[in-house]
């Protein structure tokens, strides 16, 4: 990947138009001398924040400007606006979560960065649930429904049709779900596309019963952390991530080889708001109820592949004790809960409480999974040397970057595979390709996510931002 990089401003220019089959925005010549100069490795790499603007280039600038109006008017607690006037960069500094536009402000401070920004306001979503999911009829709105937008609550409740919406009618997502066989990922973008899955409406809690959610179904350009495939908030780097860039010590951390050879994972019941009905259907509590001692034991199905391209199939069945010394998975805290459910939880999964960070460098295996909505722990797992098993529906901007099977092993939702997997690597073989793995995640942070990196992903993309109410552009 980092051979075919752009080596030139040319370049980079000639490979925005064959990507995007448009003209780069103002500045971007400006802004490839900078990621050149500071030696960004993947140039190139920005296909999915790029995309992610596509709707609104639908819309035109003086609707856009009239959705920005309302929504500046309606000052929700959630939103901070950021607005750029003659490079000055300013921030409604009262909310409590203003610092999202506090460290918007530091990565675009620089004067060879302020001299690129273009006048504009910025709209940042600081909760983890996404919040556009834009509804067809709406896709290029008038001035009059530009001026009537409305967030909707759907927290606690049901919304699967509501984030469905867009997905085309002959898609899977329309048919009643079926039993999912169990293989591992071979196609993340394919595992991630929740209109091809219509198990997720029970496998994920932000699909079953979101704990907190207000969706707006007309092009708001608006800024998340992270978002599912049918959702179109524009995505940025998470402050959440650079607020925690110095978690993981190296002290604190040990080499692969006095690591044990076991999978970890403790973590609160976020995800969704639990009930009676669903609790045991959130993706937290189902993957740790399925692998705590207290559960079984049962039978799994462990897998082979005859080929790489290939299905997987059964090849044996073993019973749980055999594999059980292989899990340390557990819940911190019992959350997000009626009465009810709480009691039932606690009975279930016994809240074991909070551990340190470092806890988790002990383990050669390191589960990461969505809470509410993006993991705030991926990073500092990342660097810590273990490997890192990532379960996610949710797309953010670095997904660009990182190569499934190189720098993470991806789960399916449904996760059933984590017992052969987990098998697998408490071989020789499977050793090998872990301590590979977590070589290759740690050297990641180290070579794509310096500061830097941050900077000038966020300036890129302010740039392109500055496009859609660019009328020359």
Request: hydrophobic content about 35%.
């Amino acid at each position: 990947m980092v051979s075919r990089q752009s080596k030139t401003v040319e370049e980079a220019i000639t490979e925005y138009h064959r990507r995007y089959f448009r003209a780069p925005p103002t500045g971007f010549d400006s802004w490839a001398q900078l990621a050149l100069d500071n030696d960004m490795l993947l140039i190139d790499e920005f296909d999915g924040m790029t995309k992610a603007f596509e709707p609104y280039q639908q819309v035109g600038p003086n609707v856009l400007a009239k959705i920005l109006e309302r929504v500046l008017d309606m000052d929700l607690d959630d939103l901070v606006i950021v607005k750029i006037e003659n490079s000055q960069i300013t921030s409604s500094s009262d909310k409590f979560w203003n610092y999202h536009g506090e460290y918007l402000h530091d990565w675009l401070a620089k004067p060879l960065y302020k001299e690129l920004l273009p006048n504009l306001t910025i709209i940042l979503n600081t909760f983890d649930e996404p919040k556009v999911v834009i509804d067809s009829k709406y896709a290029q709105p008038t001035l009059d429904q530009a001026s009537n937008i409305q967030f909707t609550n759907f927290g606690k409740t049901h919304p699967w049709s509501r984030m469905t919406l867009n997905c085309p009618g002959a898609s899977p997502v329309s048919e009643v779900a079926e039993h999912i066989a169990v293989e591992f990922v071979a196609d993340l973008t394919q595992t991630q596309d929740v209109c091809q899955h219509r198990e997720y409406e029970k496998l994920h809690g932000f699909f079953n019963t979101p704990g907190n959610l207000n969706l707006v179904d007309l092009p708001v350009p608006l800024f998340s952390q992270a978002r599912p495939s049918t959702f179109h908030d524009l995505m940025y780097p998470s402050p959440y991530y650079e607020a925690h860039r110095d978690d993981y010590n190296e002290e604190k951390g040990f080499p692969w080889d006095q690591k044990r050879t076991s999978l970890y994972w403790r973590g609160s019941t976020t995800g969704g708001y639990n009930t009676i009905e669903n609790w045991q259907e959130m993706h937290r509590q189902r993957l740790v109820l399925s692998t705590i001692p207290q559960n079984g034991p049962y039978n799994i199905t462990l897998l082979e592949q005859k080929t790489s391209r290939s299905s997987w199939n059964p090849y044996r069945t073993i019973s749980t004790p055999k594999l059980q010394g292989l899990f340390e998975t557990s819940v911190s805290e019992v959350v997000q809960c009626d009465e009810e459910a709480c009691d039932e939880l606690k009975a279930a999964l016994p809240p074991e409480g909070s551990q340190p960070d470092s806890a988790s460098y002990h383990h050669k295996y390191v589960l990461d999974m969505d809470g509410n909505g993006f993991s705030g722990r991926y990073y500092r797992i990342l660097r810590s040397r273990s490997a890192v098993i990532k379960q996610t529906l949710l797309k953010e901007w670095h997904d660009d970057w990182l190569v499934p099977w190189y720098h993470f092993i991806p789960l399916s939702m449904q996760g059933s595979e984590v017992w052969e997997m987990m098998r697998f690597f408490s071989t020789d073989e499977g050793d090998e390709i872990g301590a590979a793995i977590a070589e290759s995640s740690s050297r990641w942070t180290e070579t794509n996510l310096r500061k830097v990196d941050v900077e000038l992903v966020t300036l890129r993309l302010i740039l392109e931002y500055g496009a859609l109410f660019d009328r020359k552009q």
